[in-house]
């Protein structure tokens, strides 16, 4: 007879295959939290995708120095596969379009700081950031959705007080592009695009700005650094002070003083619609990327706001009347995501998707994508536990579930390395109910979905990374993105409702390739034939896309591809 011990006991089988550790408790602090992992890096052999790489070094003066100087310090040694190929064969240091498809954990991050922070170090050296002006903390994460409030109320001071006189509009013009902006949907894997910049800009040379969210300004835009008096700089008064800082607001000193914006689109097309009465110029970045490019463009929440930017910075018809049309051209653009339908260069399937096609049809731009890419990882160990196998002795519930997870998870925590573990379920009602079933247990757990705020994810994030905290329960809001080097265990509690989410759960493990990581799947009735497809194309070695569907919905396209006889591609 079948009953929750003998699946435990299954579970254990697979869990006995690994090596006991000592669990280490990193910093709560998320930046060293990071530098453990660059340290990590070292040893080409813990990361299955670095094996038989090139290395950065032998780039050469491909690589500004001060950029090979930052792959050094941090030990990124050897390119993976994207990286190389991008490189190599798609003119990723050459400014050409590209689209950049890998699996989860590849380093497509890495890749698109690659060109960024080339050109902007190479840019440097000739155009130095004026030493006068230094962003706060509080600036660099706001100063940009603020400009134009402030650029306002600074009017509107100047207007009462009559201090000095200005002219709106012109920002000097920059004809050149130069900068970044990095789009991506959500604060927390901005902050780890910011994260992994500031490690590489070892001399902090750069200016990068979080524009994503509304929150109040609490300090000045600029502040002044005292003035060097060996160099006969001398002490501005009150009054200059004041008139260089609303200058530097009035004419677009956020854009001036910014080399990287990173981004949501929702903000980004804010900023370009309020600015649409200030000079087209006044925004003219060199590389442009769109991190989780398949989701930003179909996603509805996001798909107007792309097409407002790439309206701005990818229309390259000059018949439109579009001004901006040839500058346009020299820009650089980047598309990167694990999941891109794979008929993304032939056929379109929302606005954004449609309208990006047209304007890069005259342009140019190549899909790279790596060997593995739509596949999960091989060095990951995955196990199917039959709820309905269960349930048909009579023995289903929500609570018997629920002690099932618990047992999964205290087991786990004794076995595996790091002790951390990500538990994926649909909706806030089971997250709660998980929680609670685990604190009940003795198991420290925290929340991470939309009603903690941002605010609490990021707290989480930080406890769950330090190793503070062993047990993160996640909606998809975590399935994406999220740079869990140390996670060894996932668990659906809740099974995926598509391969693309199913990809990216599983992605949050076995990163770089690591060995060891484990995803256990609960499997009720309901997921099964997701499931069989999904196990089928694993043990065939075949990549997923052919499951991927337009509306996501997984069963709706099996149905039909069941009904034609024939398995056919539903994607874009
Ligand atoms: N060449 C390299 N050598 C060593 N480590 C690397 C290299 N490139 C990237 N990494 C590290 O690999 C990890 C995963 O990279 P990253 O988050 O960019 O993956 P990704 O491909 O964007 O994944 P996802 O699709 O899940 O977002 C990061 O910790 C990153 O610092």
């Known amino acids: 007879m079948i009953d929750y011990y003998i699946i435990i006991q299954m579970a254990l089988n697979y869990f006995s295959k690994f090596t006991f550790a000592t669990r280490t408790h990193a910093s709560h602090n998320l930046k060293r939290a990071l ?68 699996e989860t954990g590849s380093g497509k991050t890495l890749a698109y700081l690659l060109p960024i922070l080339n050109q902007l170090f190479h840019h440097k050296d000739k155009h130095p950031t004026n030493p006068r002006f230094k962003l706060t903390k509080d600036t660099e994460d706001q100063m940009f959705l603020n400009a134009e409030e402030i650029a306002y109320k600074a009017q509107k001071e100047v207007a009462t007080q009559k201090r000095l006189s200005f002219s709106r509009g012109s920002n000097g013009g920059d004809s050149q592009p130069k900068g970044a902006i990095v789009l991506s949907y959500s604060k927390e894997l901005l902050s780890q695009v910011y994260s992994q910049a500031r490690m590489l800009d070892l001399k902090e040379r750069l200016l990068i700005n979080r524009a994503t969210s509304s929150l109040q300004m609490k300090t000045p835009v600029v502040e002044f650094i005292t003035p060097d008096k060996t160099k006969g700089e001398r002490e501005l008064s009150e009054e200059e002070q004041f008139e260089i800082s609303i200058k530097n607001v009035i004419n677009n000193a956020s854009w001036k003083l910014t080399d990287m914006l990173l981004v949501t689109p929702v903000v980004m097309s804010h900023i370009l619609q309020s600015k649409e009465k200030y000079d087209p110029y006044d925004i003219n970045p060199a590389v442009i990327v769109v991190d989780e490019f398949d989701e930003l463009l179909q996603n509805p929440a996001y798909g107007q706001h792309m097409l407002t930017i790439l309206r701005k910075f990818a229309s390259f018809q000059t018949d439109k009347g579009n001004p901006l049309a040839e500058m346009n051209r020299l820009r650089q653009f980047i598309f990167t995501g694990a999941t891109i339908p794979k008929t993304i260069a032939t056929q379109a399937g929302s606005d954004a998707l449609q309208q990006m096609q047209e304007w890069f049809s005259g342009s140019g731009i190549r899909h790279i994508r790596s060997e593995n890419c739509h596949r999960v990882s091989a060095m990951v160990e995955q196990e199917w536990i039959d709820l309905d196998a269960v349930g048909a002795m009579g023995k289903h519930s929500e609570e018997s579930e629920l002690n099932l997870l618990v047992d999964l998870v205290r087991r786990s925590l004794t076995v595996l390395r790091h002790n951390s573990i990500m538990i994926f379920a649909d909706s806030k009602k089971s997250i709660d109910k998980i929680c609670d079933a685990l604190l009940r247990a003795d198991i420290k757990n925290l929340p991470y979905y939309q009603d903690t705020g941002l605010q609490g994810r990021q707290t989480t994030l930080q406890l769950f990374f330090s190793g503070e905290l062993p047990v993160m329960v996640c909606s998809n809001m975590a399935a994406r993105g999220l740079d869990t080097m140390q996670v060894d265990h996932v668990i659906q509690y809740e099974f995926a409702k598509n391969v693309v989410d199913y990809i990216h759960r599983v992605g949050r493990t076995g990163r770089m390739g690591q060995r060891g990581g484990v995803v256990t799947n609960m499997v009720r009735k309901g997921d099964q034939e997701l499931v069989e497809r999904i196990r089928g194309l694993i043990e065939e070695g075949q990549p997923m896309d052919k499951l991927f569907s337009r509306k996501r919905s997984l069963r709706k396209n099996i149905k039909r591809q069941g009904s034609q006889g024939e398995e056919q591609s539903e994607d874009e």
Do not use: C, W
Not at 76 to 100: D, F, S
């Open 35 to 102: 530098t453990q992992q660059s340290e990590r890096r070292g040893d080409p052999t813990r990361y299955s995708y670095l094996l038989d790489s090139g290395r950065f070094e032998d780039l050469g003066d491909r690589v500004h120095p001060d950029l090979a100087k930052g792959l050094k310090v941090n030990n990124y040694e050897y390119m993976t596969e994207i990286q190389e190929k991008a490189i190599k064969q798609g003119g990723l240091l050459e400014g050409e379009n590209l689209i950049l498809t890998s």
